[in-house]
């Protein structure tokens, strides 16, 4: 596996993933397509990761604010380090320091970033619910 910028050619695989990993179908909301995809991700830097010449995962953030927006991995891969590759890619890029938002619902993204070192703060709520902030500590569990 490796982690890589995003390329052009990438668009398709990561709308499918952010569809099937971000929870948008079980609220009922529409898939994501091409044009949600550049639109939710607009003015962020992404990074792939990829085997073999297939997209694994994806996350994006928000250099100037050191923001961690999307960080999804195909459930069919999940477990297997896809997750906490992109995340030290992403921290070595912001160059630590970085914070993201998680929704307070999401005990398993909870756990995982608690495993990578990250605290968790009080947030607020949004149209899904409440969510969390959640900065790097500097430990790893």
């Keep these: ?37 550049r639109r939710v991700t607009k003015a962020e830097e992404i990074l792939v990761a990829e085997r073999g010449g297939h997209v694994l995962g994806f996350l994006t953030c928000y250099r ?37 938002k998680c929704r307070q619902s999401d005990l398993a993204a909870r756990a995982f970033y608690r495993s990578q070192g990250w605290d968790e703060h009080p947030g607020g709520r949004d149209d899904r619910g409440p969510w969390l902030w959640l900065k790097q500590n500097g430990r790893r569990g």
Excluded at 74 to 84: E, F, H, L, T, V
């Design 64 to 100: 100037p604010h050191r923001f961690i927006h999307h960080l999804y991995v195909d459930p069919a891969y999940w477990r297997q380090g896809i997750g906490s590759a992109l995340l030290a890619a992403a921290q070595v890029l912001l160059d630590g320091g970085a914070k993201l």
């Design 1 to 37: 596996m490796r982690i890589r910028d995003f390329a052009a050619g990438d668009v398709d695989a990561c709308a499918r993933i952010l569809t099937l990993a971000s929870g948008v179908i079980e609220a009922g909301w529409p898939p994501i397509d091409i044009p949600e995809f």
